[in-house]
């Protein structure tokens, strides 16, 4: 339950996090996040729902169980490739790159 002195987005930050702010780039773009918060999260508040996209038809991806099951929300995150970032707590000066490929590779999947 909100309360009077809580914001609407303040409502959508996952508990557990530190409360302080923590300045990311998704794609060289500042992002205000959450210290501690999932990746995933962040990402969504700032209005980023296309993750990846599809390698065969090049079709948008959002995430789809947001527990680390699905592997739907690949990004790389300082550098490192396909980390699932519903998996991924922010960190201050994180740097994000959205992946414009499934990201499978080293998952036993062949690309399409
Ligand atoms: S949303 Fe399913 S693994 Fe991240």
Redesign the pocket.
Known sequence: MRTTSQSASDTLRVPGGTGRSAAITVDGQPVEAVEGESL?AALWAAGTHTLHRTARNDEPRA???????????LVTVDGQRSA????TRVADGMAVELQRDAGWEGFGHAAA
Do not use: E
């Not at 995430?63 to 929300?73: H, K, N, R, S, T």
């Open positions: 995933l995430f789809l169980c947001g527990i680390g099951l699905c592997f739907d929300c699932r970032a519903c998996m």
